[in-house]
């Protein structure tokens, strides 16, 4: 009896799916945390355990050091310190929420992770390009996305998006710093084809959605439903213009 509990135990581990982790990146305004939280009900719809992350937050420490990091008045922040505390909000998370959640073969979707950070603090504040990767070697503990999804947006368009509100200590930046930042992240584009997908983020969410589904679908094939990446999905609930993003 205790052999044949054991053999039933093996087969259950095999047949345990394996974690998956995607990650949504892009500028200010582009619309990734509504396109994320899409994707999200689409594979809560197909079955699959998912969860949903932001960066900087996501935890008690992770979050305190969010509202660091975003207050308008600190203006006197420098590139240095901003760094570390974004990687020190994304060791907490990693730790505390994404391996756990990867160990127990949920599907992990995360706004923002340390492509980002290279993004804004290297592309955007101009700090040396191997200092931010050493960096984000230690805060990601090592894990690499399983897919990216960049959604691309012109910056004129996405910083429209961010003028309706009010903007954070990262949104205030200005127009040329977005400008950076998106330049960065099409270089990374480039350089990482297999695992960073552009995606465009013009156009009604829903269509947005259904371009963020046909990107995803080799490491997400639950996915590949018509029920899924049709209209009649998640997908074609939200009309919203894009999401005021948190990030870096």
Do not use: W
Not at 88 to 105: D, F, N, W, Y
Not at 143 to 163: F, K, W
Not at 221 to 237: C, F, K, T
């Amino acid at each position: 009896m205790e052999r044949r509990a054991t053999k039933q135990g093996a087969a259950v581990r095999e047949e345990k799916q394996a974690g998956v982790f995607i990650t949504f990146e892009g500028v200010d305004g582009c619309g990734k945390s509504t396109q994320a939280a899409h994707l999200v009900a689409a594979l809560k719809m197909s079955g699959r355990e998912v969860i949903s992350l932001r960066e900087p937050g996501s935890t008690r420490l992770s979050e305190k050091i969010r509202n660091l990091l975003l207050d308008p008045a600190n203006t006197e922040m420098c590139a240095e310190c901003e760094l570390m505390l974004y990687e020190a909000s994304r060791a907490q998370l990693v730790r505390q929420a994404i391996e756990p959640a990867l160990s127990s073969g949920a599907i992990v979707v995360c706004d923002r992770f340390f492509d980002s950070t290279y993004a804004y603090q290297a592309g955007g504040r101009g700090l040396a390009e191997d200092v931010v990767q050493s960096a984000n070697a230690l805060g990601s503990c090592g894990h690499i996305p399983d897919a990216t999804v960049l959604l691309d947006l012109p910056v004129e368009l996405s910083y429209e998006r961010v003028a309706r509100g009010r903007a954070d200590r990262m949104e205030a930046a200005g127009m040329s710093f977005q400008q950076r930042v998106r330049d960065c992240y099409l270089r990374l584009a480039a350089s990482d084809p297999g695992r960073i997908r552009v995606v465009d983020a013009s156009g009604e969410p829903a269509e947005v959605s259904r371009r963020v589904i046909a990107a995803v679908l080799d490491v997400l094939p639950e996915l590949a439903s018509p029920r899924l990446s049709g209209e009649e999905g998640p997908m074609s609930a939200g009309r919203g213009e894009g999401d005021r993003d948190r990030h870096a």
